[in-house]
């Protein structure tokens, strides 16, 4: 990956684009320590796009920069996945409320996530665990998105990376539970189509919580 070394301000948001998305597909796992150097060898750029990218992502809280040494992948902290999987059953249940008292948005949304679901069966047999996340949080966020709150949408939006790494990384642990994913999603679907919130509320409670080994439930 070669970036134009005029474009210092392009070179740096690429930086963080790419450590990012690497952090968050669990490419640079939680604890591993990184260096500028290795960053800029692996994209052929300079130092300095990366050193602003790694600040950048230090703000945000995914790395933690040791001066001379490097900077430490920040490792999905105790009781992240609970408070996330919390936030997103709240937001989830909430849209699915709203867009089951609206045929039009329910009508539309049952279109748009069963194209989902085929970009997701297409997936389990030719992507990536990074594709198969990006779609799997592409899926939840059609949901809230047809909730037609705007406020929910954004909150959702900022969880987006953190639940793309759960997922990328529940992935890892137990590749085999794509298929199940599916099904899952496939249900919920189902559910939404049906109008049963409190059906979908408790379906996607469970789904949440299997996927991210949950085994005391993610909700408080």
């Known amino acids: ?18 450590v990012k998305e690497l952090i968050v597909t669990g490419e640079l796992p939680g ?7 290795d960053i800029a060898g692996r ?4 130092r300095t796009p990366v050193r602003e990218a790694f600040l950048r992502l230090q703000v945000e809280g995914w790395m933690r920069l040791y001066p001379k040494r490097g900077a430490l992948v920040v490792p999905i ?28 948005a329910r009508t539309e949304l049952l279109a748009d996530l069963r194209s ?25 966020r059609l949901i809230v998105r047809a909730g037609g709150n705007p406020l929910l949408d ?4 900022g969880l987006r990376e953190r639940q793309r790494r759960m997922t990328a990384h529940s ?22 189509e049906a109008g049963d919130v409190d059906g979908f509320a408790d379906a996607v409670e469970q789904h949440m919580n ?11």
Do not use: C
């Not at 919390?86 to 089951?100: C, D, M, N, Y």
């Open 210 to 220: 299997r996927v991210h080994g949950l085994t005391e439930g993610g909700r408080k």
């Open 1 to 18: 990956m070669s970036i134009p070394a005029s474009n210092p301000a392009s070179a740096s948001e690429q930086a963080y684009l790419t």
């Open 31 to 37: 604890g591993e320590l990184v260096s500028e150097g």
């Open 116 to 140: 989902n679901l085929e970009r997701q069966r297409g997936l389990v047999e030719t992507g990536t665990a990074a594709e198969f996340s990006a779609a799997d949080a592409d899926f939840h």
């Open 43 to 46: 994209m052929d750029v300079s």
């Open 77 to 104: 902290a105790p009781g992240e996945a609970e408070h996330i999987v919390s936030a997103r059953w709240i937001v989830e249940t909430a849209s699915v409320r709203s867009v089951v008292r609206d045929e039009r």
């Open 154 to 157: 954004e909150f959702y939006t």
């Open 171 to 192: 992935l890892i642990r137990d590749p085999g539970q794509i298929s199940r994913i599916v099904d899952d999603h496939a249900e919920l679907t189902d559910l939404i």
